[in-house]
């Protein structure tokens, strides 16, 4: 499928490493498809540029209406084919848009060579274009991108954002353009979600976890606030070890090298990941 081969080269470091070391059936990972949270994604935009704010905005408007959107996103979750998005050299003597990603999150943000791909990466192309500017593409940690907004480093941070208020001191959101959710991997043969047919049926097993239990997420993201807890978004956190990585991709090779229990991160990547290593394996 084009959107399997559409990864990003970290995924693919892991996938290759993988297979070479002789990757069994028992090394395969599984989704547990069951929405453990309900999130909107918005686009983070410098608080001190409220009239870009009204432009991105019009933009998203226009793009979910014209079916632009359902466009890109079918390159992704379809058959259509992904577009290469290139960043032009930082230069403040250009009219150029200053975007903040993390681009180890397939399939909204990733690398191949010196090309970005992704839903958000593409957005980011047609945003610029619309605004009349050039695309400059900052790509950073996550744990970095809404602060170096904030810092007013970048105009607009395009990362997969959920919109939370932690995130909102640093920068004002734009409309939502997307539905997300966490949920849970685990290996191949872990049979003991298999049974659960609700949230609350997962979310029962997950709290009569202790911390003998190490469960890796991405830093930064969602699914480390979901299993630590936090008062602000309403998760209330489970008794285990949360372990946080780099990308949810170097989470899920650690689960398969069987130092933590399991994996939560938002459900796209999620998919891309596990389809990837199922692929190989």
Known sequence: MKKILALSLALLMIITCFAACGG?????????DINLTEEDYAFGVDKNQPELLTKVNEFVDKIKKDGTFDTICDKYF??????????????????QLVVAT??????????????????????AKLLADYLG????????????????????????AMAGLTVNA???????????????????????DDTTFDACKTTDDVVAILKGLDKTTKIGY???TTGGLYVEGDAEWGFDGYDVEGKGYGSGSLAVQDLINGNIKY????????????DAINEVA
């Open 24 to 32: 069994t059936k028992t090394a395969k990972v599984k989704i547990i």
């Open 78 to 95: 379809g058959d259509g084919e992904p577009t290469a998005v290139k960043s032009a050299a930082e230069d403040a003597s250009k009219d």
């Open 102 to 123: 993390n681009a180890q999150f397939a399939p909204f943000e990733y690398k191949e060579g010196d090309s970005f791909y992704g839903i958000d990466m593409e957005i």
């Open 133 to 156: 500017k050039e695309l400059v593409i900052k790509d950073m940690e996550f744990d970095a991108v809404c602060l170096t907004v904030g810092q007013h480093k970048c105009d607009i």
């Open 166 to 188: 932690e995130r909102e001191e640093y920068v004002t959101f734009s409309t939502s353009y997307y539905k997300a959710n966490q949920k849970l991997i685990v290996k191949g």
């Open 218 to 220: 991405q830093n930064g």
């Open 263 to 274: 994996v939560i991160i938002d459900s796209d990547p999620a998919k891309f990941i596990v």
